[in-house]
Each structure stands twice: as structure tokens, then as C-alpha cells.
């Protein structure tokens, strides 16, 4: 893809089309949704908030679109996980689009429902159990894609592990964002292998000015720092949600891509394929992944299994 200046008004029409954007109730997640819902998609906003999912709808009045729905989704409960794909099931005969964009960061240690660190829980094994339980919804959609929202940190950090190691916020941040470069990267290779229309592409949004930063459980130098280099460095949540939406749009994105902002360091402009890092494209890395995350979430692909 050549760097010409993509924005959201390139977007085709998406009358007809269903789309499922996790973390919708704020930051990319919201752009994303305003943007897919003024040309014509039905979007559900899968929120951990309902209430909040509910008033950031509101903000969508002025959309004229097909509309969309609030339906409750926690990443990080697999029970949630599995309740939210239950009703997409007793409500929907397909879904065209799921954007894993939902996500934590830099929080202190806590565990989940499952007994999984939160960041990862939340960030990568939420969206792994997501994806493979509305599977068949996909497949079942008009140019269905997966669109898994990594980071550029993704290319700092070691492979993640199940493993007892020091705690470190940001480094498990950057794990969990190089899990999921891994996941789309793996789950590309496994639908290219059974012959499935169905594709996985990869985005991220550069360093842009959204909540994540000042998160509730976002503490220290980090929430400084997020509040003083917000207004000097990054990018507008508009202009962030572009790689994302061009993903999840664009006839020309393919398959086993990652989309990424123009602009040095890719930290800020308009949508680019960009080069994924050596560790998220390894096979091994993506088997240890995908049999940790299989463990973890008791979700397996079966749809993906090569018959033999």
C-alpha cells in the first residue's frame, strides 16, 4: 500500500454489514464505531460498561448509519467472554468484521476470575477465546475479517510465558501486545492453511491520545507522563483509528498484514503496511502461543483443524 494519505472518507459502504468492536465505549474504540456506523454498518459495542457503553452511544446520534446495540463484554472473565458469544449466537447469523480492540495497560498485578494476570487475561486470552467462540459467525460473514489491535511496543518485548517472573507493568504490557501480533500472525498461517476467506490483519495506532493512559489502575510516573506527553506528542484518537479501520475496510488490506501509521518511529499519520518483528511471525512462537492460550481459555479452533 502506497502512502497516500488514507483517511476515513475512503471507507466503502458498509450497508448490511455487521461489525464487533471490543472497548467501543471510549478512545479508537469509539472513533472506530462512529466511523463504521456513518457509512452504513451495524456495529455492536462490546463494552465492559454498560452504562458507559450506553452514553457513549448517545455521542452517535448524528451518525446515519444502520445503527448499533450495547451488549456487555469483559475481557477479562472468560465467563463473560463466553455469555457475550452465546447472545451474538441467539441474535446474529453472522458477523462481517470483529475488531479486538479492547485493552489495559500497565496496570498493577491483579488476577483475574480465571486466576490469569490481568493484562494478558484482558488483552490477549479475552480476544483469543473471543475470536475462536464467534468463529463460525465469522466465517459465515461477507468479507469476514479479524482485525487484532497490537502496539509498536510489540517489537520490545520477549514472548509471552506462563512462567513465575518479577512483575513488571510495562513489561507485561508489551508482552501481552506482542501475544497479540503473535495471534493474528498465527491465526493468518492457520486460515491460509485450510483454505478460509477469512482474513487476519494486524494494526496499530502509534503513540495516540486515548484513555488507556489514564487508566484508573494506571499509577506513578506513568500517569505523569501520559498527561504531559499526551497534548505535546500524540496523535488525535481520530487519526489513530485510522490503521485499524483501514484493516477492517479497505478491500486492499490482506491478510496476515500489520497497518501502521506513515510518520517516524510509525507513532503518528496515516495508514501503512508496516513489517511485523521477527518473534510475531516465528511458527514456534505462534504454536507455544496458541496451545498456551488453548489451556488457558479451554476455547479450541476447531474449524482450523486440517482434516487428515
Known amino acids: 500500500m502506497a502512502a497516500d494519505c488514507w483517511t476515513a472518507d475512503r471507507i466503502p459502504d458498509l450497508s448490511g ?4 468492536v471490543t472497548g467501543a465505549s471510549s478512545g479508537l474504540g469509539l472513533v472506530t464505531t ?3 456506523v456513518t457509512r452504513g454498518a451495524h456495529v455492536v459495542l462490546a463494552v465492559r460498561d454498560e452504562e458507559k457503553g450506553r452514553a457513549a452511544a448517545t455521542s452517535l446520534a448524528g451518525a446515519h448509519g444502520a445503527g448499533w446495540e450495547v451488549r456487555r463484554l469483559d475481557l477479562a472473565d472468560l465467563d463473560s467472554v463466553r455469555d457475550f458469544a452465546d447472545r451474538m449466537h441467539a441474535s446474529h447469523d453472522r458477523v462481517d468484521v470483529l475488531v479486538n480492540n479492547a485493552g489495559t495497560m500497565a ?12 493484562q494478558f487475561a484482558t488483552n490477549h486470552l ?7 467462540l464467534l468463529l463460525d459467525l465469522l466465517l459465515a460473514g461477507r468479507d469476514p475479517r479479524v482485525v487484532t489491535v497490537t502496539s509498536v511496543n510489540h517489537r520490545r518485548a520477549q514472548p509471552p510465558s506462563n512462567t513465575a517472573r518479577r512483575y513488571s507493568p510495562m513489561g507485561v504490557y508489551n508482552s501481552s501486545k506482542l501475544a497479540n501480533a503473535i495471534f493474528g500472525s498465527e491465526l493468518h498461517r492457520r486460515l491460509r492453511d485450510v483454505g478460509s476467506p477469512l482474513r487476519s490483519i494486524l494494526a496499530h495506532p502509534g503513540y495516540t491520545a486515548t484513555n488507556l493512559q489514564f487508566s484508573a ?3 506513578g510516573w506513568r500517569l505523569l507522563l501520559g498527561r504531559l506527553g499526551n497534548p505535546l506528542l500524540a496523535q488525535p484518537a481520530d487519526r ?3 490503521p485499524q479501520l483501514f484493516a477492517a475496510t479497505d478491500p486492499d488490506a490482506r491478510s496476515g498484514q500489520l497497518i501502521v501509521p506513515d510518520g517516524p518511529g510509525e507513532l ?5 503496511t508496516g513489517e511485523l518483528s521477527p518473534a510475531a511471525t516465528d511458527p514456534e512462537n505462534g504454536r507455544r502461543l496458541w496451545e ?10 476447531a474449524a482450523l483443524r486440517p482434516s487428515r
Not at 17 to 20: E, G, I, K, L, Q
Not at 268 to 272: A, I, W
Not at 292 to 301: D, F, I, K, P
Request: hydrophobic residues 35%; proline residues 6%; aromatic residues 8%.
Open 17 to 20: 454489514r455487521t461489525f464487533v
Open 268 to 272: 503518528r499519520g496515516h495508514p501503512v
Open 34 to 36: 462512529r466511523a463504521l
Open 126 to 132: 479475552g480476544h483469543f477465546a473471543l475470536t475462536g
Open 107 to 118: 496496570t498493577p498485578y491483579v488476577r483475574t476470575p480465571q486466576g490469569h494476570e490481568l
Open 217 to 219: 489502575t494506571t499509577a
Open 240 to 242: 489513530g483509528a485510522l
Open 292 to 301: 498456551l492460550s488453548e489451556q488457558a481459555t479451554g476455547v479450541r479452533y
